[in-house]
């Protein structure tokens, strides 16, 4: 990854959970630039995001919609982003 891009500015290290059927998973996001990033997911690249503040902005917005609407079911339960 760092041969295609380069080293990233900065690199957070969000830790190792277990999913649903025990299997540990890693997690990462290493940052370009102010609103650049990529998640990587056991060593996997999972995402890359090239407008982190657009995205951020995009999730609160369906967040507030989601409170507005009533609707607490359809609130984000987890941080990072999709991949879709």
């Known amino acids: ?5 380069g ?3 900065d690199k957070a290290d969000l830790g190792n959970y277990q999913d649903e ?3 540990t998973i890693h997690t990462e996001e290493w940052y370009y630039n102010d ?3 990529v998640q990587l997911i056991n060593d996997t690249v999972r995402a890359v995001i ?3 503040k ?3 902005e995009k999730i609160q917005r369906i967040i507030d919609s989601a409170r507005n609407a009533g609707d607490t079911t359809s609130v984000l339960h987890s941080e990072g982003y999709s991949t879709e």
Do not use: R, T
Request: charged share 20%; net charge negative.
């Open 35 to 37: 609103n650049q990033l």
């Open 50 to 52: 090239l407008d982190v």
């Open 21 to 23: 059927n025990g299997k």
């Open 1 to 5: 990854m760092q041969e295609l891009i």
């Open 7 to 9: 080293s990233p500015q």
């Open 54 to 56: 657009g995205a951020d």
